[in-house]
């Protein structure tokens, strides 16, 4: 519950709308309840105060002088403690234990740099070995790739020249033009039945006028899979 | 013209500068502008204007958008000590600028050759002061090198300075209440 100078006890009342400016909140168990009683954040400007224009009180000039004097005098005794701090731990600083802590660390710090420049060379050396292995690896790699490529290249060229023949010997059966119409007679002529029936025995049976009686017994094709059975 | 002013007053009273700049011929170089917030020294400051450049045609006008930066060079005369040239470009944008009439230039002028001819008297600080009552006890505790406090300047423009070697100061530095300035404060203070 905030008490203020400005704020008064009230009695809860039991009306439906409350006039006075309080908050659920602000309830109390025993049934009072607290009021400020200044304007909410979100109200405007009261109307009495709206084009009210606050007086600027000037400060008078001697108290204006005289705390300019303080100020100043402030600032420059805070200035010139601060300098004496400053300059005093500085001075302290050269002959301190932190400073006889700091030749130890310097010279730890030296032979660490000492050991890491070793170290340094030591890896310097194993790196160059490894390197001019790598080079040497990577020569022979390329030197086989190379042998391969050439290999391969030897291999394709005998693989289209055997294309090559092999077509040039297909060609050679092609039908001219002078012998086409000859050709065609040739094919009427004799006409190719590809028709053919198989029995139960897997007889092959070939021509489409074909009758299983009209060959001889000697005379009939085998299935492949039956002749192997 | 007299003016009669309405309303809340104000820290500042003028232009900005880049608006006196913009409605003069060459952006007015040459020509002499005050502040009004340095009219309240009895000495006169003002500044003359050596170039400007003026960033215009950008921000929206009426919503202190425009006429806010640039870079100006002028040569200032604060309290009646010719400071040389300097760049306010960073507060050219206050409006509290005022552009001074050519035929009211040579007041101004003069009175800066009254004050050139009569100088004030410069402040000189002493070299040292006493060390606050703590502080004494503490430095004489631990050794430290000194017993008192050095005094340097910060501000090397301003009217006071740092005594020579072997000079006579002439203002009171001390820790605590000195000479005040305006006793009549303190009147059945102490």
Request: a neutral charge; one cysteine or more.
């Amino acid at each position: 519950m905030n008490i203020g100078v400005r704020s008064n006890l009230v009695a809860l009342g039991c009306g439906a709308r409350l006039w006075y400016p309080v908050h659920e909140a602000m309830v109390t168990l025993t049934g009072s309840q607290t009021v400020r009683w200044i304007k909410p954040r979100w109200v405007p400007v009261a109307k009495s105060k709206m084009f009210r224009i606050p007086e600027r009180k000037p400060l008078p000039l001697e108290e204006e002088v005289e705390l300019r004097c303080l100020y100043n005098n402030y600032y420059m005794a805070m200035r010139a403690i601060r300098r004496h701090l400053c300059e005093e731990r500085l001075r302290v600083s050269d002959t301190s234990e932190l400073a006889i802590k700091a030749e130890e660390e310097q010279a730890e710090h030296d032979q660490l740099m000492e050991h890491n420049s070793q170290e340094n060379l030591r890896v310097a050396a194993l790196r160059e070995a490894r390197i001019k292995k790598e080079f040497e690896a990577d020569l022979a790699r390329v030197t086989a790739s190379k042998e391969k490529l050439a290999k391969d290249a030897e291999k394709a060229e005998e693989e289209a020249l055997r294309i090559i023949n092999e077509t040039q010997e297909f060609v050679k059966t092609f039908i001219k033009r002078e012998d086409f119409e000859k050709a065609i007679e040739t094919a009427l002529a004799n006409p190719v039945d590809y028709n053919f029936a198989i029995d139960q025995q897997g007889n092959i049976f070939r021509g489409r006028s074909t009758r299983p009686e009209d060959v001889a017994e000697e005379d009939k094709e085998k299935l492949l899979f039956a002749v192997q059975s | 013209m007299p003016y009669k002013l309405v309303g809340r007053t104000h820290t500042f009273y003028g232009r900005r500068l880049w608006e006196i700049v913009g409605l003069l011929k060459d952006f007015g170089v040459g020509r002499m502008v005050v502040r009004s917030r340095f009219e309240r020294y009895p000495e006169p400051t003002f500044y003359r204007i050596v170039s400007a450049q003026p960033e215009m045609d950008n921000g929206d006008p009426h919503k202190d958008e425009d006429n806010m930066r640039g870079k100006i060079l002028v040569e200032r005369v604060f309290r009646g000590k010719n400071c040389g040239v300097a760049n306010i470009s960073k507060a050219a944008y206050k409006t509290d600028f005022r552009l001074i009439h050519k035929h009211e230039e040579a007041k101004y002028l003069e009175a800066y050759q009254r004050c050139v001819n009569t100088s004030r008297e410069r402040k000189i600080f002493p070299r040292t002061m006493e060390m606050p009552p703590l502080l004494k006890f503490v430095a004489k505790r631990e050794g430290h090198a000194s017993d008192v406090l050095q005094i340097k300047m910060a501000n090397k423009n301003n009217n006071s300075r740092v005594a020579e070697e072997g000079e006579e100061p002439n203002v009171e530095v001390s820790i605590g209440l000195t000479t005040p300035h305006s006793p009549q404060l303190y009147e059945g203070v102490f």
